[in-house]
């Protein structure tokens, strides 16, 4: 028999190791919203019944953590995300992986991150440096306090927002519910729990480090793809507009010969900027996951879930 | 005993595998307003007057994956004093889906029942 939710939850976290953490994320999310919201009118409808009793015909309907875990990981297994990676076709030659990038949903899902990226580094970081800033200052004011905490909490909201851009473009399994409080906690401890656990702190580096990191994604994809489709299309850039290939002190005109050569490099230096773009997805996609998502191997946290 | 207990639940298991997903699509397009988890499983609950169908438990990861399909829309209804509740929609392309399910549904009952009554004659 369970006393309490918590004791519910550390056995459905138990059940739920070696499983994608933000599946564990919500499905403890899940779980709590529903015990509680259960737990909540059981008691008002029968005021002399314990705790521990109510949870148990609770769960007997819920399921136990074990039938539960066993739930979320058999429908997650039929639920990949989107454009969650897929296994390459053994069959395809070398040229051949190296071309079929192009017509992938994962290619132009990074591409569209990385396009976002331009702004949402810009947006977060400043979001994140001022309003580091200035809940700092506003500390040495009794108003600091509720401003820092607003802030601090903020950052879980966005933390969801960019967990869901990434995981609906670069297919990473990401939490799908924001984190909260335990309901019976007082302001204070709320407020204790979210300065004190790594998550928030974690989330608020990733805010800062998504800054040059989104910007260099976004300049190096858009100089590398305007040099490979300058390429491509030297001869009609040449032909209409009599422009140079490049200008570095002077100005560089090839011959006429090199021109086919030109653009097959062209082609390879494009489709070469695809892999990169892809790279890059799977790269941030990972350390999104590591910053964004609570790690599972720590204790139960007291305060939120 | 316990080996026919092991079988009844897989049997179980496996049939509510694919109609937990039509029973979702159905009670949301009956509701009037979205509904969060505990609220739908209160009202499958309340309809379900014999041995229940599924543990509540396994209802979440259907709805999410009703809702990653597209079936479902959702929003959260954030709150600093519990935890959010996710509300869910059901979609127009949830509400073909419901329609083209539920002629799959009753084919596949009428196949079932038609198969069962003759299997008692044999």
Known sequence: MYENIQEYLAQLKKELRGSDPALIQDA?????????????????????ISEPHALESLIEKYGTPAEVASAYKEIETRIQPTLAPTKPSKKRSFWGK??????????????????????????????????????LCSLILIIGIPVTGLFLFSLRGIALVEGRIIEALLGIRMPRKPIFFRRKLNW?????????????????????LHFPLGLTYFLITIFLLSLSIKCVLYPVWFWVFGRPLITINQPFYPEGWSFPLIVILGIIFLFSTFHLIRFIGRFHGRFAKLMLVRKQEQTFPQGSS | MDRS??????????????????????????????????????????G?????????????????????????????DPSVSGPPRRYYKITDSGLNALKSWTKIWNQTKTFVDQILKGSSHV
């Open chain 1, 28 to 48: 403890l999310s899940d779980a709590e919203e529903h015990l509680q919201n259960a737990l909540e009118e059981t008691l008002k409808k029968s005021p002399q």
């Open chain 1, 98 to 135: 190296f071309f079929s990038t192009a017509g992938e949903s994962r290619t132009w899902g990074a591409f569209l991150y990385i396009l976002i990226s331009g702004l949402t580094a810009v947006v977060y970081g400043m979001w994140a440096l001022m309003g580091g800033v200035f809940s």
């Open chain 1, 188 to 208: 204070r401890q709320k407020y204790k729990t979210l300065v004190m656990e790594s998550l928030t702190w974690k989330i608020y580096a990733y805010l800062i």
């Open chain 2, 5 to 46: 207990n092991d079988v009844n639940k897989k049997f179980q298991k496996e049939l509510n595998a694919g109609t937990a997903a039509l029973v979702l699509l159905s009670i949301l397009a009956q509701a009037d307003k979205p509904l969060y988890g505990y609220r739908i499983a209160k009202l499958m609950e309340s």
């Open chain 2, 48 to 76: 379900d007057k014999g041995t229940p169908m599924m543990k509540q438990g396994a209802l979440y990861p259907v709805l999410r994956s009703l809702h990653q399909s597209g079936l479902l829309e959702s929003y959260v």
